[in-house]
């Protein structure tokens, strides 16, 4: 998992020549490396502490009603290049891309011991970026938000299935973290306390709010973060 | 697309050999066939009448705080090879595993006049596989049901965003088919009227259900089928 291989410039060409190029995952890691690690873990899952990161852009339903296919896709490239931009820069993985949502893992694979400030930080940048996306509709901008939900511990990730299968990862900090961004809206961060004990110094006077989520049985107190 | 290409059997050896192989999205097709695909879509999103089926395990979240992670993957694993087998039978694609849920595709790039017909008999017999779906939580069988959406028409798909990109399927026929999955039953199959034209035959008794579903304006009319 620590070969050096160089993924840009002149040196990677003869490396690109054989398929060896970054990964769509992050490109600061290989796909041979990727794929050397979808083989390690195959049918083998592992159990890693990370913090996980969805976003989704709120409304998006609705005003694809209003919009023809090519400016949806253009609304969603903008949004995937903003998340690829955040989240690479802080060594995050982008696990899936879903429509008009992303999951997002870091430390994983590349480890920093720092992962829930790299993940709020992500987040936040990602909110500045998103509070500039504007949908087009005829005469008037109509302002698109996100919600971004975060939660840290420890997460399952692999290969699930045989013939079917897909690389993901699972467990109750990825639902939770899913079921945090439902709530969140336009513009906001929702993360658990276990987040919150990591970044308390950067947002001291954060609020709080309980929510009630959906296949959860205990109401979780969750902090809310603006860009 | 046409070419002709053993993905099985002893003279599929040497294109194994060159990295030619099966795709996962469909093991009908071949991952060569994959990539020319995928390149010549690259930025070119392509218009393509389509039957789409999103199915979902009802209760997922819930389930998940009592389960441990060998369980729930064990429960994935047996979804997602029901999905296979049920929607591969019927020359669809399988575009997206998430987590809990399946996005599908017919019609493409398999072509089949009939798709919305094949796409409701492959929900038709998921939902009769996942029917004998038990979760296994101490000492009592929980069931497990699943949710199915389905929706015809007009698609957009091909690769979405640049550096961070995704091959997918984007439009209204996705977002209603998503909308309607969210609103079945465990054990329903929840099809659009233009759905119910082409099958009404096999289902003349389907009782019908008005929807209203979030970001669609209007209600819809569905039709409840069970297997």
Known sequence: MHVPIPIRGPFSIPFRMLGIKSSRMNPNICTLCETMFRRIK????????????????????????????????????????????????????????????????FNFPIEHED???????AGIELQKKCGEMKLIDGLKDIPVGIGIGIHTGDISIGEVGEACRDFTAIGKVVNLSSRLQGAAMPGEVLITEDVYRQVAELFPKAETRVCHLKGIEKPVSAYVLHA
């Not at 992962?115 to 930080?121: K, Y």
């Open 42 to 105: 195959k049918k083998k899952q592992v159990i890693v502490p990370a913090t996980v990161l969805f976003a989704d852009v709120r409304g998006y339903t609705s005003f694809s009603e209003l919009l023809d296919s090519p400016q949806i896709i253009n609304l969603l490239s903008g949004f995937y290049e903003d998340c690829g931009s955040v989240i690479w820069a802080r060594d995050g993985l982008i696990n899936k891309l879903i429509g008009d949502a992303i999951l997002a893992i």
């Open 115 to 121: 992962h829930p400030r790299q993940a709020v930080l």
